[in-house]
């Protein structure tokens, strides 16, 4: 055979090829088209999303945070009988109306924190830790405190002491100036001593 007809032969042999391939290539399935990414969460359920609001910070009240140290087992009754000082500035200050705060027994002024005043101004919440079952306002040894009032920023505080009994060699008192203390027999009156005049025993 000659070399002409060989090539011939060969360059058939190789369209035949090629034009099998494109056929086989053609009768194949097409691939399903590749669906966009907006039609396929169109598919996608939809779940329900329930909101979970944070957490409010609680909101204090002007009593709370003036007193968020009293009868704090670190402190003292010094310090407390101060922060209650301060209370009664602020509530002098806030509650601009006359005879806001009452000068009378130590329930009513607990009535008048609580918001039973004049404004109906609460400053502080029926359960505070200053106040005892009975909504009186008491000292570390859970006795009521005992108030004299000049005016309604001048308000000496007197606690019963460890003993819990007023009247006694132990009390504690913070002056209506809201800074000095007087303490032991200097808080008793003179119809108790005796006519020797020797200090209580």
């Not at 910070?57 to 010094?78: F, M, N, Q, T």
């Not at 130590?106 to 039973?116: L, P, S, W, Y």
């Not at 009032?149 to 019963?160: H, L």
């Amino acid at each position: 055979m000659s070399n002409r007809r060989k090539c011939v032969l060969g360059f058939g042999g190789l369209a035949m090829l090629v034009v099998c391939g494109i056929v086989v290539v053609l009768l194949q399935p097409s691939p399903p088209a590749a669906e966009s990414v907006s039609s396929l969460s169109e598919k996608l359920p939809i779940l329900p999303v329930e909101y979970i609001a944070p957490s409010p910070e609680p909101i204090l009240l002007v009593g709370e945070e003036i007193l968020s140290g009293y009868l704090d087992p670190a402190g003292s009754v010094k310090a407390d009988l101060i922060l209650l000082s301060h209370l009664f500035i602020s509530f002098d200050t806030l509650v601009k109306a006359e005879d806001a705060l009452p000068l009378g027994a130590n329930g009513d002024i607990a009535d008048a924190f609580r918001g039973r005043n004049k404004v109906q101004m609460r400053f502080l919440p029926d359960q505070h830790k200053a106040f005892n079952t009975a909504g009186e306002i008491v000292d570390r040894w859970q006795t009521p405190l005992y108030f004299h009032a000049e005016t309604s920023e001048r308000i000496a505080i007197r606690s019963a002491g460890p003993d819990r009994a007023m009247w006694t060699e132990d009390d504690v008192q913070l002056e209506p100036n809201g800074r000095s203390f007087t303490e032991h027999s200097a808080l008793l009156p003179p119809s108790l001593y005796s006519h020797t005049d020797q200090e209580p025993k």
